[in-house]
Nanobody, 119 residues
């Protein structure tokens, strides 16, 4: 089992920055990658970014590429999402998730962190 706990988030004005962190515990050696997802009110949960545990390979959805940066600290078992130039459209609950392989779905989820961007 893997446990994930998000921290960070909050309220920021458009153009501002926030940093989210995801702390993993438990069987962290089994993690292939950790991803960030977000769910805005009335919308489905959507992929934002991911980073692999071993190589640090990153991926981003087009709408955040160039504004968001994902990073990892394997020694601390944490993954961070630095969010810059935030738009009101970035307002959502952000979740981190982990999976054991690139060929399976994300099966471990954090509790979520609210990010609100005011215009």
């Amino acid at each position: 089992q893997v446990q994930l706990v998000e921290s960070g988030g909050g309220l920021v004005q458009a153009g501002g920055s926030l940093r989210l962190s995801c702390a993993a515990s438990g069987r962290t050696f089994s993690i292939y990658d950790i991803g960030w997802f977000r769910q805005a009110p009335g919308k489905e949960r959507a992929f934002v970014s991911a980073i692999t545990r071993s190589t640090g390979r990153t991926s981003y959805t087009d709408s955040v590429r160039g504004r968001f940066t994902i990073s990892r600290d394997n020694a601390k078992n944490t993954v961070s999402l630095q969010m810059n130039s935030l738009h009101p459209q970035d307002t959502a609950v952000y979740y981190c998730a982990a999976r054991a392989s690139a060929y399976v779905t994300y099966s471990y989820w954090g509790q979520g962190a609210q990010v609100t961007v005011s215009s």
